[in-house]
């Protein structure tokens, strides 16, 4: 099962605010993951397949061995759905 980890700057309402909506998108896709939810501080030693959030912020992860999902609108189910698609084929 793939590990996805919602990501905020300080990993409290919005990250918990995509993490619902990101379970949202995958019973749409009907997908099955471990989803959680941390801070950009602590996202840089967990251990995930897929790490998701806003765009602003996600740079600060891409260390070129992360698969990143970056987000312009974190509540867009249809956002997330289409931009989760391609790494849970």
Partial sequence: MKKIMVVCGNGLGSSFI??????KALTEMGKTAEVDHTDLASARTVQADIYIGAADIMGQLDDGSRAIVT???MMSI????????????
């Fill in 18 to 23: 995509m993490e619902i909506n990101v379970k």
């Fill in 71 to 73: 987000l312009e609108n």
């Fill in 78 to 89: 249809p956002e997330i759905t289409s931009k989760l698609q391609p790494h849970l084929a």
